[in-house]
C-alpha cells in the first residue's frame, strides 16, 4: 500500500452497508488496498466502476469491528485521489460496526 497523506475519515458503516469511497471517478478498472492495523493483514480487492462513484459493496471480505484505511489505484497503477474542501486525499478510512450505527 501506498504512503497516506491525507487520509479522509468516512465514519462508521453497519457491517451490511456499501461504503462510498470516492463520489465520482472515471470508467475503469480499480483496485482497493485495504490495511487494517489491529489484524495486520492486507486484502486487495479489485472492481469496474464509473462513471460516478466507487462504492464498496462486498461485506464478506472485511471483517466487522475493525477500522480500515483503504488506498485506490487505477488500472495503470497510478494513485487516485479525491479533493474535498480544497484538500487531496488519497486514502481513506472506515470503520464497520456490527452493530446500528
Same mark, same amino acid.
Request: with cysteine; glycine share 8%; aromatic share 12%.
Given at each position: 500500500?501506498?504512503?497516506?497523506?491525507?487520509?479522509?475519515?468516512?465514519?462508521?458503516?453497519?457491517?451490511?452497508? =456499501?461504503?462510498?469511497?470516492?463520489?465520482?471517478? =472515471?470508467?475503469?478498472?480499480?483496485?482497493?488496498?485495504?490495511?487494517?492495523?489491529?489484524?495486520?493483514?492486507?486484502?486487495?480487492?479489485?472492481?469496474?466502476?464509473?462513471?460516478?462513484?466507487?462504492?464498496?459493496?462486498? =461485506?464478506?471480505?472485511?471483517?466487522?469491528?475493525?477500522?480500515?484505511?483503504?488506498?485506490?489505484?487505477?488500472?495503470?497503477?497510478? =494513485?487516485?485521489?479525491?479533493?474535498?474542501?480544497?484538500?487531496?486525499?488519497?486514502?481513506?478510512?472506515?470503520?464497520?460496526?456490527?452493530?446500528?450505527?
Amino acid at each position: 500500500m501506498s504512503c497516506c497523506t491525507n487520509t479522509l475519515n468516512l465514519g462508521c458503516f453497519r457491517f451490511v452497508d =456499501a461504503v462510498t469511497v470516492i463520489d465520482s471517478i =472515471a470508467d475503469d478498472t480499480y483496485t482497493l488496498t485495504f490495511e487494517s492495523g489491529v489484524t495486520n493483514h492486507v486484502i486487495t480487492y479489485t472492481l469496474t466502476g464509473g462513471p460516478g462513484p466507487l462504492t464498496y459493496t462486498d =461485506a464478506g471480505v472485511l471483517q466487522p469491528g475493525y477500522t480500515y484505511v483503504v488506498n485506490v489505484t487505477d488500472s495503470n497503477g497510478d =494513485a487516485v485521489t479525491d479533493t474535498v474542501d480544497a484538500v487531496v486525499y488519497n486514502c481513506w478510512k472506515f470503520t464497520y460496526k456490527t452493530e446500528t450505527v
